[in-house]
T-cell receptor, first 115, second 113 residues
Framework: EAQVTQNPRYLITVTGKKLTVTCSQNMNHEYMSWYRQDPGLGLRQIYY???????DKGDVPEGYKVSRKEKRNFPLILESPSPNQTSLYFC??????????????FGPGTRLTVT | QKEVEQDPGPLSVPEGAIVSLNCTYS??????FMWYRQYSRKGPELLMYTYSSGNKEDGRFTAQVDKSSKYISLFIRDSQPSDSATYLCAMTPSNTNAGKSTFGDGTTLTVKP
């Protein structure tokens, strides 16, 4: 089944404790992105990657890191989480080329709470 | 000002009603217009897309784009309780860069039986 998976789905942590949220897609997509979704602020892009070893900042990159060492994986790293990073996080992938390249496929989301 | 503004809602309608969901945008470079549906505790899923101006119909759903007014709409006919979800509009200048789509904030729709 074609899908984007994220782990963990729920995470409660404390300020300053480094964490990683994993994302993996099995569709051989070139593009991958991370978003955060907050009430009243919608879906905001954190980082995106156009291919292996190619990443760029989105609209709200501060406090986040990413890496793309393999095509299928795109982990999101919070080196020193703070309470304002409490949010619902989505990973997404898209083909980049081809007839359905406009479509993004989203993971199920990771709800992060930083206390 | 945001590049994409979406009617905030929430919207509550009786079953069978016609629903209109709307977004306006300011970037005239946008060419691809998408509607995503997001059920509670799930990720968004693509519902419909339209390229440039015009209408597109898929069952009970019609997507409409008016580039001259920078206005897009999603119409749902004969709405069902299963249509209850948050609807997000999204747009991008190029079909090869969906990863840079700009999203509206979403409109939450509840269809009451």
């Amino acid at each position: 089944e074609a899908q984007v998976t994220q782990n963990p789905r729920y995470l409660i942590t404390v300020t300053g404790k480094k964490l990683t949220v994993t994302c993996s897609q099995n569709m051989n997509h070139e593009y991958m992105s991370w978003y955060r979704q907050d009430p009243g602020l919608g879906l905001r892009q954190i980082y995106y990657s156009m291919n292996v070893e190619v990443t760029d900042k989105g609209d709200v990159p501060e406090g986040y890191k990413v890496s793309r060492k393999e095509k299928r994986n795109f982990p999101l790293i919070l080196e020193s989480p703070s309470p304002n990073q409490t949010s619902l996080y989505f990973c997404a992938s898209s083909p980049g080329t081809g007839s359905s390249s406009y479509e993004q496929y989203f993971g199920p989301g990771t709800r992060l709470t930083v206390t | 000002q945001k590049e994409v503004e979406q009617d905030p809602g929430p919207l509550s309608v009786p079953e069978g009603a016609i629903v209109s969901l709307n977004c306006t945008y300011s970037n005239s470079a946008f060419q691809y217009f998408m509607w995503y549906r997001q059920y509670s505790r799930k990720g968004p899923e693509l519902l419909m897309y339209t390229y440039s101006s015009g209408n597109k119909e898929d069952g009970r759903f019609t997507a409409q784009v008016d580039k001259s007014s920078k206005y897009i709409s999603l119409f749902i006919r004969d709405s069902q309780p299963s249509d209850s979800a948050t609807y997000l509009c999204a747009m991008t200048p190029s079909n090869t860069n969906a990863g840079k789509s700009t999203f509206g904030d979403g409109t939450t729709l509840t269809v009451k039986p």
